[in-house]
Nanobody, 116 residues
Framework: QVQLVESGGGLVQAGESLRLSCAAS????????MDWYRQAPGKQRELVAR???????NYADSMKGRFTISRDNAKNTVYLQMNDLKPEDTAVYYC??????????WGQGTQVTVSS
């Protein structure tokens, strides 16, 4: 069974950058799309970015221009580059693999904390 493991979170100051990684134990092309979600305390989990098998990307409006999703197919890894971080970006960030028939797969999450 494929597993997803996030890494790269941490504590940064506003305006700084982080790159999150989502490493899959199996082929990421078993998913029709890979997503990054985030959830702040007391808030709903929200979609941050998506990349499809074809490489098409989508972003939540608030992240456009600051966040970039990408992948390394040979490494079975999806990345989220986060620039110009703001305190409101503080959340647990989750990687998600979407499968049409076999069920979606979630990673364990990685904490991102942005101080002002």
């Amino acid at each position: 069974q494929v597993q997803l493991v996030e890494s790269g979170g941490g504590l940064v100051q506003a305006g700084e950058s982080l790159r999150l990684s989502c490493a899959a134990s199996g082929n990421i092309f078993s998913f029709y799309a890979m997503d990054w979600y985030r959830q702040a305390p007391g808030k709903q989990r929200e979609l941050v970015a998506r990349i499809t098998k074809s490489g098409a990307t989508n972003y939540a409006d608030s992240m456009k221009g600051r966040f970039t999703i990408s992948r390394d197919n040979a490494k079975n890894t999806v990345y989220l580059q986060m620039n110009d971080l703001k305190p409101e970006d503080t959340a647990v960030y989750y990687c998600k693999g979407n499968r049409l028939l076999s069920g979606d797969v979630w990673g364990q999450g990685t904490q991102v904390t942005v101080s002002s």
